[in-house]
């Protein structure tokens, strides 16, 4: 799809940092510059390891903590942690125990109803058909309405997080690792879930998750956040065939594989990130990095466009030998 065709941006972020202990000696930076777009309708998947900054930045995105600069902006309009209601109504946000995040001492259709009424969603009288509704949407009975979380399987209680989520009717949804506490068995039908929501309601979607072959089928676009900052963004179909970035090319041969011969390989991506108190210097990927040279450790690589609807932070990009190739094939 080139940039003519692209839907419009429905949420983006600018230049956004999120500093803890700022000025202070030990700064611990969780942001540092990142910006992102969302595009209306998109599903829009964000990957990389723990401690990478992803779920800071979607608590920015959702109003529940602040962002130490720069602009998170919706519609083009300026949002902040303190934002009107309507605003707040418009980034729902699901997360990835939900367990923890239901009330165990509520019934499924206390908790709802009591959304429904706070926001005013719909009229008092229509509050059982709107109930009915959201079963529909997250593939449940209208038998769950009386049930506590404790009596639900791990992936019906994310179904039942996500009708909350839907309540108040948002426009986009920020999911942090909605399926990493499920079972594998269980994980595809929440993933069909989310596709199955963006076609019907129209929403745009912000995938969180830390394993790359979740989102491969699911997420249009995918960015890859390594220690506060994006370092590679593409289509879903050109990250898989060209990842550019040496990060993503490790995090792409990370993925287990059934086949005998990867059991005897080395791991792909070695050693865990440096301390976000303690950046290195230039590249902050260059400890970890194979192709890391004299450049790369002082000069930090700026997020740069190397082909339509793909940007990399490397100084070396489509120079470098990638990860085995047919990647795409090998996931198919």
Request: with cysteine; proline share 6%; glycine share 6%.
């Amino acid at each position: 799809m080139s940039a003519a065709e692209q839907p419009a941006a429905v949420l983006e972020v600018r230049e956004v940092t999120k500093r803890y202990g700022h000025g202070r000696r030990d700064t611990l930076r969780a942001l540092d510059g990142v910006d992102l777009t969302l595009h209306r309708g998109e599903i829009l998947a964000l990957v990389g390891e723990s401690g990478s900054g992803k779920s800071t930045l979607a608590k920015i995105l959702a109003g529940s903590t602040s962002q130490t600069s720069g602009q998170v902006l919706c519609d083009g309009v300026e949002i902040t942690a303190r934002r009107h209601s309507t605003a707040r109504r418009r980034i729902q946000m699901v997360f990835q125990d939900p367990y923890s995040s239901l009330n165990p001492r509520m019934t499924v259709r206390s908790a709802l109803s009591e959304v429904l009424r706070v926001h005013r969603v719909v009229p008092r009288e229509q509050i059982a058909e709107e109930l009915s509704r959201l079963m529909s949407l997250v593939g449940l009975d209208d038998s769950a309405l009386d049930a506590y979380p404790s009596q639900f399987s791990g992936g019906q209680r994310q179904r039942i997080a996500i009708a909350r989520a839907l309540a108040v009717r948002p426009d986009i949804l920020i999911a942090d690792e909605p399926v990493s506490a499920l079972d594998v068995s269980v994980q595809a039908t929440i993933l069909d879930l989310f596709e199955s929501l963006r076609s019907e309601l129209g929403l745009s979607v912000l995938f969180i998750a830390h394993n790359l072959a979740v989102v491969q089928h699911l997420a249009d676009r995918i960015a890859v956040m390594y220690l506060g900052r994006i370092a590679e963004v593409a289509q879903t179909d050109t990250l898989f065939a060209s990842p550019e970035h040496p990060y993503t090319q490790a995090l792409i041969a990370s993925v287990p594989r059934m086949r005998p011969r990867d059991l005897e390989q080395p791991p792909a991506l070695d050693g865990e990130p440096p301390s976000p108190i303690h950046l290195p210097t230039g590249c902050r990927f260059n400890p970890r990095c194979a192709y890391a040279q004299p450049t790369c450790l002082i000069d930090e690589p700026a997020l740069e466009r190397v082909a339509e609807g793909h940007s990399v932070a490397c100084w070396f990009a489509g120079q470098l030998q990638q990860a085995p190739t047919k990647q795409s094939e090998e996931f198919a």
